[in-house]
């Protein structure tokens, strides 16, 4: 987590296809060996974020998501960010929670490793999160990255459990 660009910078492409053939083989395949670029790791993940057939942040909420993120009282924002992954399939919800308290972590070691909110936003959005149609890809950018953004600042209101 302190290493400088974790998630920013691209692993090697053999690296990077040693890892994905190791998952596709065994699901417990293990990254802990020292040689393995910590890069290549990223990039293994972020590729099989982008290859979902359907996002991590579904077609179906993508654009609430988005409507959410342009909402500028954040307090606001947040529970209209809550209200919209509450849509998602528990298996996407449950993998984004996951995913967005391992990106705080990040966040928090961000004096060494350079990775902002912002910069993690910019790297994430596009790999979470895509328009079903690609004529938005471009238009949308700048409105995945707030709510990506916003999503890892506002991660404990908006992935707040309640009691039943």
């Known amino acids: 987590m302190t290493v400088e660009g974790i998630y920013r910078k691209s692993?090697?492409?053999?690296?990077?296809?040693?890892?994905?053939?190791?998952?596709?083989?065994?699901?417990?395949?293990?990254?802990?060996?020292?040689?393995?670029?910590?890069?290549?790791?990223?990039?293994?993940?972020?590729?099989y974020f982008r290859r979902l057939?359907?996002?991590?942040?579904?077609?179906e909420v993508y654009d609430a998501l988005l409507e959410a993120g342009q909402i500028a009282d954040l307090e606001k924002?947040?529970?209209?960010?809550?209200?919209?992954?509450?849509?998602?399939?528990?298996?996407?919800?449950?993998c984004l929670e996951f995913l967005v308290f391992h990106l705080t972590r990040v966040m928090d070691k961000q004096g060494t490793n350079l990775m902002t909110p912002l910069n993690l936003a910019v790297?994430?959005?596009p790999t979470i999160?895509?328009?079903?149609?690609?004529?938005?890809?471009?238009?949308?950018?700048?409105?995945?990255?707030?709510?990506?953004q916003s999503l890892l600042e506002q991660s404990k209101i908006i992935f707040e459990r309640t009691a039943p």
């Open 77 to 94: 924002r947040a529970l209209q960010m809550r209200e919209a992954i509450n849509d998602l399939p528990k298996a996407h919800f449950d």
């Open 129 to 148: 999160m895509r328009p079903q149609s690609i004529e938005r890809e471009m238009s949308d950018m700048q409105g995945q990255r707030i709510a990506v």
């Open 53 to 59: 057939p359907n996002p991590l942040i579904t077609y």
């Open 11 to 47: 692993g090697g492409s053999g690296q990077v296809n040693s890892v994905r053939d190791g998952f596709q083989k065994d699901m417990e395949y293990d990254i802990s060996d020292e040689d393995l670029d910590i890069h290549a790791i990223t990039s293994a993940l972020k590729q």
């Open 123 to 125: 790297v994430f959005a």
